[in-house]
């Protein structure tokens, strides 16, 4: 028991280890560490944001950082109490969705046949159906508000991640140590759980960052088009009510311009640390880095050469 | 042959869970179906004609079985009902209306944007660690974060609504006739350029990674080697030797972008208030017109299953493997 504790410390703080050293990443995280403290904290600072603060329409001042929407309320605590709801819908898809998309991917994978073949066509006609028309039906159906939107969001978007992760799981079936483990007689449970997923933790964890760009760019889209809880403050309505105020045609940018930019940093932020996390978890892109850093420092064009992992990892040509 | 039977057999298969869902949508709601689906025309019609209404859409005291038949038999000949919003045209009509301009933005939008995004990853590959490779991969990664329709809330903004030079909204201005002549077309594609614009900026990334990943495997390949050693000229390797086998995943990849770009481009529509499907989904949803949103999802999702179809097509004569494979 201390013994898995303390590999899955060690796991957790080789990641943080490797965000620490690569740029990208780090920059990433830091964007999304400001995001979240700002989403928990954040509401405390600012006022309500459904308050009737002052004039409609104000341009930024001292008073309203950020200026007034066409109601006349704080555009900055709109913004940031927006932020709780969207990200913890975001992060919360995000999570759901490869869960689903890992159970049936890895089953189909796994078990093949029939199984596979029934699955697949499951995926594969919800990847062909247009994920947000499909959503806007089923919101529409349904009373408008987060638990909503999450499950249209999962709907929506389960389908990609079991793909990905059935030919991942078809990828580990045939290797050596699943053949192993199935000759020690492991249940398949325990192959599936503890030999095939530990061995796609870094293609989880990637696929959650995934799934959660696209759960706040969906969610947003979804909200601008009025299927949201118009009455709650998150992201998507502030763009619905910038948009139905008309803030383009009275050149208030100050509506639309914060909330967009927020959720492009953020989108930005995760897709920063999912690159990072790519070069981490595959070391021949790390090695390739260092390679042609070697061949640089040496005065050498960098040619087209792949390098190989040698013991020590240290980065050696093929030439 | 047999191959493309298979995909088409797949296509039909999904055109149906479509339809299906579409038919089981209004009956999984809670409560009365008919009555919360038909509450909407509620002082418009008399009795007698919500009951012919309820008949279109087989939302009768039949068994379920026997509404699902009557439900298919009404797709299968394009009677989708009627629209609330539009009332009393039907919906196959309100939607035919828009869908031109749909495909028009969508299709367009997607082409120039496969088209440079790929350009731009063959030259990120090809000048690896390059100019190119080194900027425009992580700009474009940066503009595909914002959804597309803020952007084009931007773009309306500062070139539309600062800087006065494109229309503000609409496919074409009332001053011109519709038809085909110089002056319809010239507005059309001057009312065209932000919308397809944007569009094309926020999902130029995908496409340029895509590309720039392939190729650069493809380049470590023997047979390309083998086209420099010949000492063929760069732009042939890069082009005919690499590039054309780079391509596969891309146009792959192409079916999978439909649907999605076909989403984001209806948000566009909404805020330049162009007139194809996005335009009257808005309106679907904020009039509770049922009939008119389900409409749109039916002839989306075929327009989609279609387009991927060709798709199909394009990768047989792409990919000779394929081909071999399945004769």
């Known amino acids: 028991m201390s013994k898995a504790a303390a590999r899955g410390a060690s796991g957790l703080s080789a990641w943080v280890d490797a965000v620490k050293h690569d740029k990208r990443a780090a920059f990433g995280a830091g964007i999304i560490v ?59 898809v995000g999570l759901i969705v490869v869960f689903v998309g890992a159970i049936i991917g890895v089953t189909a994978g796994y078990f093949g046949g029939r199984v596979d073949a029934v699955l697949s066509l499951l995926f594969n006609v919800f990847l ?117 105020d008309s803030a383009l045609l009275t050149g208030a940018w100050w509506t639309f311009a914060p909330t967009g930019l927020a959720v492009a940093l953020v989108g930005f932020g995760l897709t920063m640390l999912n690159s990072g996390f790519d070069e981490i978890t595959n070391p021949r892109l790390r090695l390739e880095r260092a390679w042609r850093a070697f061949l640089l420092g040496r005065g050498h064009e960098p040619g087209r050469s792949t390098p190989v992992v040698r013991e020590n990892e240290k980065a050696v040509g093929n030439a | 042959m047999r191959y493309l039977l298979k995909r088409l057999g797949f ?49 009768t005291d039949a068994p379920l ?4 038949f009557t439900y298919l038999g009404h797709v299968l000949k394009g009677d989708l009902g009627i629209s609330v919003a539009y009332f009393p ?10 869908l031109v301009w749909t495909i028009f933005l969508a299709g367009s939008a997607l082409i120039m944007s496969f088209i440079i995004g790929t350009l731009l990853g063959v030259a990120a590959a090809w000048w690896r660690f390059g100019k190119v490779d080194t900027f425009v991969p992580p700009a474009t990664a940066l503009i595909g974060a914002f959804p597309y329709f803020w952007l084009a809330m931007v773009a309306l903004y500062i070139f539309g609504f600062k800087l006065g030079w494109f229309p503000l909204g609409h496919a074409y201005s ?24 944007t569009v094309v900026i926020a999902t130029l990334g995908g496409w340029l990674l895509t590309m720039r990943n392939t190729m650069v495997s493809v380049l470590g390949r023997d047979y390309v080697n083998l086209a420099r050693a010949k000492g063929l000229s760069p732009r042939k390797v890069a082009l005919r030797y690499a590039a054309r086998n780079a391509l596969l995943p891309s146009v792959t990849g192409f079916g999978m972008a439909l649907g999605f770009v076909l989403g984001g481009s209806l948000l566009t529509e909404i805020v330049f208030s162009y007139p194809g499907q ?50």
């Not at chain 1, 509401?43 to 409609?56: H, N, Q």
């Not at chain 1, 325990?190 to 796609?200: F, G």
């Not at chain 2, 009332?174 to 919308?195: E, Q, S």
């Open chain 2, 174 to 197: 009332d001053r011109v006739t519709p038809g085909f002549n110089a002056a319809f077309i010239g507005d059309v594609f001057r009312h065209a350029v932000m919308p397809v614009g």
């Open chain 2, 278 to 327: 996005g335009y009257l989904l808005v309106q679907a949803v904020r009039s509770q017109d049922y009939p008119l949103m389900q409409g749109i999802f039916l002839v989306i999702t075929l327009a989609v299953l279609g387009a991927n179809f060709i798709v199909d097509l394009v990768s047989l004569w792409l990919d000779p493997r394929i081909r071999d494979s399945v004769s």
């Open chain 1, 34 to 92: 400001f995001f979240v403290l700002l989403a928990v904290f954040g509401p405390l600072f600012v006022g309500d944001p459904t308050e009737l603060v002052g004039i409609p329409m104000q341009p930024p001042s001292a008073d309203h950082w950020l200026g007034t929407t066409g109601q006349g309320q704080d555009v900055l605590a709109q913004l940031v109490v927006g932020t709780r709801t969207s990200l913890l819908i975001g992060f919360s």
């Open chain 2, 11 to 59: 296509y039909l298969l999904a055109a149906w869970v479509a339809v299906t869902l579409n038919f089981f949508l209004p009956r999984l709601m809670p409560g009365d179906p008919a009555t919360a689906l038909f509450a909407r025309f509620r002082g418009m019609l008399g009795p007698e004609a919500l009951d012919a209404l309820r008949e279109t859409f087989g939302l």
């Open chain 1, 128 to 244: 062909v159906i247009p994920g947000l028309p499909l959503a806007i039906v089923i919101a529409a159906y349904l009373p408008s508000g987060p638990l909503t939107l999450a499950f249209v969001l999962v709907i929506a978007g389960w389908a990609w991640n079991a793909r990905v992760l059935r030919a991942q799981t078809l990828a580990h079936r045939n290797r050596d140590f699943v053949a192993a483990a199935e000759v020690a007689g492991e249940s398949s449970w325990r192959i599936v759980t503890s030999e095939i997923l530990p061995n796609m933790t870094s293609l989880l964890v990637s696929q959650v960052i995934g799934g959660t760009v696209y759960a706040i760019g969906a969610q947003v889209g979804l909200e601008f088009l009025g299927l949201g809880d118009v009455s709650a403050t998150t992201w998507g309505t502030n763009l619905y009510w910038a948009q139905n």
């Open chain 2, 65 to 68: 079985i026997v509404q699902y």
């Open chain 2, 89 to 98: 045209a039907p919906v196959l009509e309100v939607i035919s209306g828009g």
